[in-house]
């Protein structure tokens, strides 16, 4: 349960209910703040999707706006193309079970006990 307001008595009976109090303002910037977060995610899946960059934090959730003109639409025959497949390099990434039964051949720097001789 939350509680917004900025009346002390509200406060402290919600407080003693077991609710979590915030001032009204502070409620408001953290709606805000969720918002902005939220058109941020928005716009980075739409760029993704259209293959280009994020657009400025100004024209962030503002339609774009669409005026076509003589020559500023190219029409390209994308059907014959082949498509590049990340498989490959996300295999060639990735480690073998064997690659891990042999693991390090070698003892690490910062797992060796230094020798104390003398000392006790």
């Not at 609710?19 to 910037?29: F, K, L, N, T, Y």
């Not at 959730?61 to 390209?76: D, Y």
């Not at 060639?92 to 230094?114: I, Y």
Request: charged share 30%.
């Amino acid at each position: 349960l939350i509680v917004a307001t900025d009346d002390s008595m509200i406060r402290c009976a919600a407080a003693n209910a077991g609710a979590m109090c915030m001032s009204a303002g502070r409620m408001v910037d953290e709606l805000k703040a969720l918002r902005r977060a939220t058109m941020y995610r928005v716009e980075a899946a739409v760029a993704r999707v259209n293959g280009h960059d994020i657009r400025p934090i100004q024209l962030q959730g503002r339609p774009m706006p669409t005026t076509f003109t003589k020559g500023s639409a190219i029409i390209e025959d994308k059907r014959n193309r082949s498509k590049k497949t990340r498989k490959k390099e996300v295999n060639e990434m990735t480690k073998t079970l064997e690659d891990l039964k042999k693991g390090t051949t070698s003892t690490p720097s910062w797992a060796v006990v230094p020798k104390h001789e003398g000392e006790f």
